[in-house]
């Protein structure tokens, strides 16, 4: 049986990386180990020439920044706290805020290395968004494409 431990990203510079996710996107280190570094969230930073070593070689196994193939995502309670973070940090962004079809709230940026991080909504805060504005629970749920059990309970929290 495999079991998923986490996606892993090279990057070129491990404490430049680790400080814009910790300072910027406010993650914990899990642990450190140097050439790697793992994140509570449940990702893991490496340098890249190293990685590129294991690989097998750097002439065979070229990094691509900005290939846009992926994201790494976060999800938030306060959308527009973190963009004002973000953009005091100097960020290059992808595009700020804007509004999925299904209600959710989220941006894109680049990290340090041109990986595409997304930082998005908590579907719970769309869908408490929604209510306060004042959506009926089928219109969320209709909206969001959520089921309706978990609408009926984040609804029912804050109540």
Request: charged share 30%; with cysteine.
């Amino acid at each position: 049986m495999l079991k998923f431990v986490c996606p892993l990203i090279a990057v070129e510079d491990v404490a430049v990386s680790r400080r814009f996710y910790e300072e910027c996107l406010g993650q914990k280190v899990r642990y450190d180990f140097g050439a790697n570094v793992e994140f509570e969230g449940g990702f893991s930073i490496h340098r890249r020439a190293h990685f590129q070593e294991l690989l097998g070689g750097g002439e065979r196994f070229a990094a691509v920044a900005r290939s846009h193939w992926g994201e790494l995502y976060f999800d938030c309670d306060d959308v527009e706290a973190v963009e004002q973070r973000l953009k005091e940090a100097g960020v290059d962004f992808i595009h700020g805020i804007h509004e999925h079809p299904w209600g959710q709230r989220a941006m894109r940026l680049y990290d340090p290395d041109g990986h595409v991080v997304e930082v998005g909504e908590s579907m719970e805060a769309v869908v408490l968004r929604l209510h306060r504005q004042g959506f009926s629970v089928e219109s969320i749920c209709q909206k969001t494409y959520m089921p309706r059990e978990f609408v009926d309970g984040v609804v029912g929290t804050a109540e």
